[in-house]
């Protein structure tokens, strides 16, 4: 049996945020669309960090002293995040999972945003194996 891909399971429509954006935006989209974090990214599509909801409490904490929602994306967001290639294979894209605190990963194919696979997605994917 071959070992399936990242890009066989990865999400390939994907909620992106930009780095300019308003921090306030960014985490009611968030919430919004009930998802824990997205991707960062420029005016051309190249992944700039990654924004995720304790990212935003963060904002939220900053905000309170000041009680007004300031910043920006860029403020919060963790800047060159650790990415996937969309060729791996699903059991290291899994192993990575195991020894990181992350949650999701974007995938990268010749530099360039191309999905993004979750800790859900992993498990899925090595579900399907046997």
Known sequence: MTMP????YMARRLITL???QN???AMNLLLDEKI???PVVDDEGWLRGVLSKKDCLRAAIDSSYHRAWNGLVSDYMAPDPVTLNAGRTILEAAKLFAETPYRR???LEGGALV???SRADALRAMRNLW
Request: hydrophobic share 45%; glycine share 10%; proline share 11%.
């Open 115 to 117: 999905g993004q696979l």
């Open 23 to 25: 921090i306030n935006h």
């Open 36 to 38: 824990s974090g997205a």
């Open 5 to 8: 891909l990242v890009a066989d």
């Open 18 to 20: 930009a780095p300019d």
């Open 105 to 107: 990963f974007p995938v």
